[in-house]
T-cell receptor, first 114, second 119 residues
C-alpha cells in the first residue's frame, strides 16, 4: 500500500535562510513522487516530480528534492527562503503500477519571517 | 503548460438549492478528472474519480446522490452539490490528467478551486 507522511505540519523560517520540508513515503512498487504548492484560496501548482530518472530533482522557484530510496524520503529544500514561498506544501505519491491513484500527505504550512 | 479552469471560483447559495461547479481542461484532453474537498488547514480529500463517458468512482463515505459528477466530454467535468446544506460549505478542487500515459508518471493539473458557502 502507498502512503505519504509529512513530518511537520508547520515550518517557520526567516527570509534568506534554508527551507527543509520533510516527506517520507511508503510504496510497494516504483513510486512517482511530487511536491505541490498551494497558496491561500488557490489550486495546487506542481513544484517538481520524480519519476525514476535522476534522484535529485530540480523544480520551479529554486526548489529541489532528492529521492532517497534507502530512507524512503523525498524531502523538499530551497537554499534561501523568499517571502513569496509562504504557502501550504503537499507531498504526493503515486505508483506506476496503479497510476490512477495519488496519495496526498497532510500538508506542511510554511511561514517565512521577514 | 496544461491549464485547468474551474468555475465559479466562489459561490454562495441558500440551503436546499443545488450548485454546479465546472472543471475544464483548456488546452488538453483530460481522460480522467478528480474531485477533491478541502477543509481549512487540511489536506485534500479525494471525493471521486471521473473518467470520460463513464460513471464516476466515488470514495468511501462520499454520497453519490449528493455529489453528482458528470464527465461528458474530454474537456469538461461537472460537480453538482444537490440540496446543499451548511455542512457542504467547503473548498472544492478538481484536477485532470492527460492521456493514459500521464497517469503513470504524474502529473496532475489542478484547477484554482471553488469555494462554496451555503447559508
Amino acid at each position: 500500500a502507498q502512503s505519504v507522511t509529512q513530518l511537520d505540519s508547520h515550518v517557520s523560517v526567516s527570509e534568506g535562510t534554508p527551507v527543509l520540508l520533510r516527506c517520507n513515503y511508503s510504496s510497494s512498487y516504483s513510486p512517482s513522487l511530487f511536491w505541490y504548492v498551494q497558496h491561500p484560496n488557490k489550486g495546487l501548482q506542481l513544484l517538481l516530480k520524480y519519476t525514476s530518472a535522476a534522484t535529485l530533482v530540480k523544480g520551479i522557484n529554486g526548489f529541489e528534492a532528492e529521492f532517497k530510496k534507502s530512507e524512503t524520503s523525498f524531502h523538499l529544500t530551497k537554499p534561501s527562503a523568499h517571502m513569496s514561498d509562504a504557502a501550504e506544501y503537499f507531498c504526493v505519491v503515486s505508483d506506476q503500477i496503479n497510476g490512477n491513484q495519488f496519495y496526498f500527505g497532510t500538508g506542511t504550512s510554511l511561514t517565512v519571517i521577514p | 503548460g496544461a491549464v485547468v479552469s474551474q468555475h465559479p471560483s466562489w459561490v454562495i447559495c441558500k440551503s436546499g438549492t443545488s450548485v454546479k461547479i465546472e472543471c475544464r481542461s483548456l488546452d488538453f484532453q483530460a481522460t480522467t478528472m478528480f474531485w477533491y474537498r478541502q477543509f481549512p488547514k487540511q489536506s485534500l480529500m479525494l471525493m471521486a474519480t471521473s473518467n470520460e463517458g463513464s460513471k464516476a468512482t466515488y470514495e468511501q463515505g462520499v454520497e453519490k446522490d449528493k455529489f453528482l459528477i458528470n464527465h461528458a466530454s474530454l474537456t469538461l467535468s461537472t460537480l453538482t452539490v444537490t440540496s446543499a446544506h451548511p455542512e457542504d460549505s467547503s473548498f472544492y478542487i478538481c484536477s485532470a490528467s492527460r492521456l493514459a500515459g500521464d497517469l503513470n508518471t504524474g502529473e496532475l493539473f489542478f484547477g484554482e478551486g471553488s469555494r462554496l458557502t451555503v447559508l
